[in-house]
């Protein structure tokens, strides 16, 4: 079966220090890959998303995330964290055949010290 | 920006009543979502519907029900709430897209968190 394991459950950098969020799915064949950000209180906003061609994809608020197939993973990146990245993070993959439903991971909060 | 909401944002309410938790978008989408998330834990999908009069249960089990008579409204509803039943509520929307290779986003609303007494 799918899954998404995002194996950091709480991550704390300093404001302006490079981030970097782990992302490992489970699927056998090239997945369709999300990552979406929650604010306290709020609804998930999609970040970045990869479905096919360059392997590094960029998203808003300065993200990126890079598609290793050999490491089935999708790692989130950004080279200098800002207090308003403090929220939930959440990797997702779509189940194939599916039309769209999504797997998601437990989600990573990170907290941004000043 | 998507524009997706949901009310009540909040809801705390007895064992035994019945509750619907309202979701409507305005972007015409296809496609809806219904996910339960608890605190710490990754969302869950509980029923997807692929336009109207479509519904369809999805990963984890549910004792909600859903309808789909309008495009744009997408109401879960549970007849008897328990205390197990506490948790966020997500709704999402998106294109339905039948062609191999492309994908439409999910948008997702704000969310209800609800508290079973």
């Known amino acids: 079966a799918q899954s998404v394991t995002q194996p950091d459950i709480h991550i704390t950098v300093s404001e302006g220090a490079s981030l970097e969020l782990r992302c490992n799915y489970s699927y056998g064949a090239t997945p369709y890959l999300f990552w979406y950000v929650q604010s306290p209180g709020q609804g998930l906003q999609l970040l970045l998303k990869?479905?096919?061609?360059?392997?590094l994809v960029q998203g808003i608020k300065g993200f990126e995330a890079e598609f290793k197939r050999s490491q089935s993973s999708f790692n989130l990146r950004k080279p200098s964290v800002h207090w308003s990245d403090a929220a939930e993070y959440f990797c997702a993959v779509e189940i194939g055949g599916s039309q769209g439903n999504l797997i998601f991971g437990k989600g990573t909060k990170l907290s941004v010290k000043p | 920006e998507a524009d997706i909401y949901q009310t009540p944002r909040y809801l705390v309410i007895g064992t035994g009543k019945k509750i619907t938790l309202e979701c409507s978008q305005t972007m015409g989408h296809d496609k809806m979502y219904w996910y339960q998330q608890d605190p710490g834990m990754e969302l869950h999908l509980i029923h997807y519907?692929?336009?109207?009069?479509?519904?369809e249960k999805g990963d984890l089990s549910s004792e909600s029900t859903v309808s789909r008579i309008r495009t744009e409204h997408f109401p879960l509803t549970l007849e008897s709430a328990r205390p197990s039943h506490t948790s966020q509520y997500l709704c999402?929307?998106?294109?339905?897209?039948?062609?191999?290779?492309?994908?439409?986003?999910?948008?997702f609303g704000p969310g209800t968190r609800l508290l079973v007494l």
């Open positions: 519907s692929y336009g109207v009069n479509s519904t």
């Open positions: 999402a929307s998106s294109v339905l897209s039948w062609t191999s290779g492309t994908q439409e986003t999910q948008y």
């Open positions: 990869y479905f096919s061609g360059d392997t």
